[in-house]
């Protein structure tokens, strides 16, 4: 009843509003603060300790004293501010010395005995804060009253430090406020309840040293502060740790060289996926792979270069597969690809774009390096359905495809032996044009009203040393898949124009130009440098490209062709008719030649609509002024056929195979 008086009748409400505030403020501040101080170590644990005994005195004095300047009484009253000082000097101490104490402690009974020492700190602060309390009165104290406000102080005290020391679920930290919060409060209230003031005139009191206004000021401007400073501290440290803790979670998950996953990371990332692809009913790849005998090239260049290496090509697959595959970095020169959503099907296409993106030549100090890899594959859910068997098998398929010298080996005996030739195919590839297994081949192309012998188109063949006479139409494909048409094509260009250049009689030449090398800005010089080298004239060049390479960029591809033309050679459209935008790309690209494919010469006596295709193309290079030439012309009928429709040139068995380059003078004889 005494507290409840006294709570409402003998303290003004806006005070008691005020004193909740700066309570409620400093508790959640100083709780948050033990609890840094008891997670912390060395000098930073003290440090903690320091503040949190700073911001807690300072909250117990304030919201003593806030609560005093609302303490009714119409007698006069003043504070001495040496005792008031003290009492805050007090306060700071006392709560150092319990946050020490409970800090300190890990598990023992000192985390209750450091509430005791939060109690008697609150109790002390009253205390000292009541001498310097002056009134005009008697002042009496009812003892029993005074008694359960210092119980109070301490029980708080006690819960507070116990539920912040012995946490029990994710309450126990507000729980820790809140007892702090209530013991500051209840024994404050308790206390002044005790109070019993009876006014006496005969009582002197000096002229008031601070008045009510003066430390209200004081109050709040020192709690203010605290609470300013004591907030920022705690947040700054709290930004600090957390991105400690992003670091610490980035480097323990991720290569610190490439920035690629990791081995750890990457058997959860495979679990998941694994347990997202087997609830959707999709298909999962994972493909090991290596940089095939990459200590050469830290041999060779150094340790730095191959650490450089490794993070441009990591880098450069990031950049290409970011939205199929998540790779991670599982050794020195070994890497994984995980990749949602491929089956079978789709991992020939997936393997060779990514060796292509790998054999890209990187420059280290201005000299290109090329890489080149082995990889195996496994796939979900044939191969396994754990992350671990998947990436075992997916290993052995690796040292499979190394052991056999193929470029991607896969699990499964069938899918493997299914691609093996192939794949071995692929590797020979690589290293034919050193070994000198390329020949060139001619095959005549004639005028078709006079059966005149007018240029020889060149065509590729591989001499395998184990396989023999391979065809383009095996071997090409690979090269493009793997990027190695590039440098054939050049390797063709150049060795064709010089041999054409030692020929009896002047004729024309036609070389195929792929679509890789057609996007070559280089391609113009690369041409020129082979027809001076040679000595080869540039009208006798002609150059082939097909419609697929021509439109895929049709700005930049017409860049290119007018700087061919610009250096003198000729250019046909190859396979004319069996792409999806050949009018528009005549109109749009200076050819001087149309082929038409041999798909539809081939069937023109016994396909109307292959007959009706050769017609209409005719009359459109007679539109146009352009010459037609005719591809695979087997038979007189067909000759005959397309002499009457006016075809200018054609090409075929009907006037014999290709022959290789040492022949070709007998056909000129």
């Known amino acids: 009843m005494y507290i409840l008086n006294c709570l409402t009748q003998e303290h003004q409400t806006r005070y008691i509003v005020a004193a909740l505030l700066i309570c409620l403020a400093g508790c959640v501040l100083t709780i948050g603060l033990l609890g840094r101080a008891r997670d912390s170590s060395g000098v930073t644990r003290l440090n903690w300790i320091v503040l949190s005994g700073i911001v807690g005195g300072c909250m117990i004095w304030t919201t003593h004293f806030s609560a005093m300047v609302g303490f009714s009484t119409s007698v006069l009253h003043t504070y001495d501010p040496f005792i008031a000082a003290a009492a805050l000097l007090f306060a700071i101490v006392g709560v150092t010395t319990a ?54 102080a301490v029980a708080f005290g006690v819960v507070a430090t116990n539920r912040l020391g012995r946490p029990s679920d994710q309450w126990s930290r507000f729980a820790s406020m809140a007892a702090l919060a209530v013991g500051v409060l209840s024994m404050h209230f308790t206390s002044m309840a005790a109070m019993v003031s009876v006014p006496d005139p005969t009582v002197e009191i ?30 700054i440290d709290a930004k600090t740790e957390r991105e400690a803790r992003d670091r610490y979670e980035h480097l323990e998950n991720h290569d610190p060289l490439t920035g690629l996953i990791n081995r750890a990371r990457l058997g959860r990332y495979l679990e998941e996926m694994i347990e997202i692809s087997a609830a959707n009913g999709n298909p999962l790849a994972v493909v ?61 296409d997936f393997t060779c774009r990514m060796m292509k993106t790998i054999s890209k030549p990187i420059i280290w100090r201005s000299k290109p390096v090329v890489l080149e890899t082995n990889m195996g594959v496994s796939l979900f859910p044939a191969d396994g359905r754990s992350a671990d068997i998947l990436l075992s098998r997916a290993s052995l398929a690796l040292g499979r495809a190394r052991k056999d010298g193929i470029l991607v080996g896969y699990h499964d005996e069938n899918r493997y032996e299914a691609i093996r030739s192939k794949s071995e195919l692929a590797l020979d590839l690589r290293h034919a044009m050193d070994r000198g297994e390329f020949q060139l081949h001619y095959q005549r192309q004639n005028s078709a009203k006079t059966r005149e012998l007018v240029g020889f188109e060149v065509l590729l063949r591989w001499n395998h040393p184990e396989k023999g006479m391979i065809p383009p139409s095996q071997f090409i494909p690979l090269a493009e898949a793997y990027g190695y048409i590039s440098e054939i094509g050049e390797w063709v260009l150049r060795t064709a124009c010089r041999e054409a250049a030692r020929w009896p009689a002047p004729y024309k030449i036609a070389v195929n130009v792929a679509p890789d090398q057609l996007s070559d800005h280089r391609l113009p010089e690369i041409v020129f440098d082979a027809l001076s080298s040679s000595g080869l004239p540039a009208s006798r060049l002609e150059l082939e490209m097909t419609e697929s390479g021509v439109v895929a960029d049709p700005a930049y591809t017409l860049s290119i062709i007018s700087r061919l033309k610009a250096v003198g050679v000729s250019l046909a459209m190859d ?62 009928c067909a000759l005959k056929y397309l002499r009457r429709l006016g075809c200018t040139e054609v090409q075929g068995f009907l006037f014999g195979k290709p022959v290789p380059s040492g022949r070709v003078c007998e056909i000129m004889a």
Request: hydrophobic share 50%.
């Open 99 to 152: 946050s020490a104490v409970f800090a300190f402690e890990e598990r023992g009974s000192l985390i209750e005995a450091s509430g005791v020492l939060l109690g008697l700190s609150m109790m002390g602060v009253h205390a000292i804060g009541m001498l310097s309390y002056t009134v005009q009165a008697r002042v009496e104290w009812h003892l029993p009253t005074l008694a359960a406000s210092l119980a109070l």
């Open 206 to 235: 000096s002229v008031p040293m601070m008045s009510d206004t003066v430390l209200m000021l004081a109050v709040l401007t020192i709690m203010t502060l605290l609470l300013v400073c004591g907030w920022a501290f705690y947040f």
């Open 288 to 348: 090991y792979f290596d940089i095939r005998r990459f200590r050469n090239v830290n041999n060779v260049h150094g340790y730095a270069a191959g650490d450089e290496i490794l993070r441009l090509m990591a880098r450069r697959l990031s950049k290409d597969f970011k939205d199929n595959a998540i790779l991670a970095r599982v050794g020195g020169d070994e890497f994984v690809a995980v990749v949602p959503g491929y089956g079978m099907q789709d991992m020939a």
């Open 575 to 636: 396979d004319y008719g069996t792409g999806s935008s050949s009018l528009s790309t005549l109109q749009n690209f200076p050819f001087d030649k149309i082929k038409i494919d041999k798909s539809f010469v081939t069937s023109v006596e016994t396909n109307p609509q292959s007959a009706a295709i050769i017609k209409s193309t005719v009359i459109l290079g007679k539109s146009l002024k352009i010459p037609i030439l005719a591809e695979g012309v087997e038979t007189e």
